[in-house]
T-cell receptor, first 115, second 112 residues
Framework: DAGVIQSPRHEVTEMGQEVTLRCKPISGHNSLFWYRQTMMRGLELLIYFNNNVPIDDSGMPEDRFSAKMPNASFSTLKIQPSEPRDSAVYFC?????????????FGSGTRLTVV | QQPVQSPQAVILREGEDAVINCSSS?????VHWYRQKHGEAPVFLMILLKGGEQKGHEKISASFNEKKQQSSLYLTASQLSYSGTYFCGTGDSNFGNEKLTFGTGTRLTIIP
């Protein structure tokens, strides 16, 4: 398996622009998580899906952030409008709940810089 | 709340042992451990479930004491490849694949 695939790897955008991050989870994994990592706040959970349904979005900072999972093989995280404080590395991770021995598999991340 | 890890950073010589602790203020059902190298994604090491189990593979093992809401990661005879930042992730529900709250991280540096 190719693992969790995220795109783009790097994104530099101007304040006010819309940003869309993409994630393809591992085939067969039924849970998908979006995390944000910064030096100050560490790894923060933004939202997670189970069987394509959003379960907990309490970590989404504000209405500027939205996430979708239209099918089992694709998810997006959108920021509109973007602000400099959104600059961070955004990770997508997937896992399976068929047996609790499985941990998360993280994608390579998207490094977002908002100028 | 975010689990607290200690120490925040540690420097060891190759071959020395290390213990990394993770403490939560909430009741826990599971604890995960991950290692992240600079510029890379976190990589899963192991999961421990409620029941006070201890797990390990090769020279890396861990314990979980749910009564104390604590877990410890043990690295013995450390190798250069063990360098990185270690995170614990705590799960507070017994529903399938629960969300994890990650700890503050411990930066481990192994020097020759």
């Amino acid at each position: 398996d190719a693992g969790v695939i995220q795109s783009p790897r790097h994104e530099v955008t101007e304040m006010g622009q819309e940003v869309t991050l993409r994630c393809k989870p591992i085939s067969g994994h039924n849970s998908l998580f979006w995390y944000r990592q910064t030096m100050m706040r560490g790894l923060e959970l933004l939202i997670y899906f189970n069987n394509n349904v959003p379960i907990d979005d309490s970590g989404m900072p504000e209405d500027r952030f939205s996430a979708k999972m239209p099918n089992a093989s694709f998810s997006t995280l959108k920021i509109q409008p973007s602000e400099p404080r959104d600059s961070a590395v955004y990770f997508c991770a997937s896992s399976s709940n068929r047996g609790r021995s499985y941990g998360y598999t993280f994608g390579s991340g998207t490094r977002l810089t908002v100028v | 709340q975010q689990p607290v890890q200690s120490p925040q950073a540690v420097i060891l010589r190759e071959g020395e042992d290390a213990v990394i602790n993770c403490s939560s203020s909430k009741a826990l059902y599971s604890v995960h451990w991950y290692r992240q190298k600079h510029g890379e994604a976190p990589v899963f090491l192991m999961i421990l479930l409620k029941g006070g189990e201890q797990k390990g593979h090769e020279k890396i093992s861990a314990s979980f004491n749910e009564k104390k809401q604590q877990s410890s990661l043990y690295l013995t005879a450390s190798q250069l490849s063990y360098s990185g930042t270690y995170f614990c992730g705590t799960g507070d529900s017994n529903f399938g694949n629960e969300k994890l709250t990650f700890g503050t991280g411990t930066r481990l540096t192994i020097i020759p």
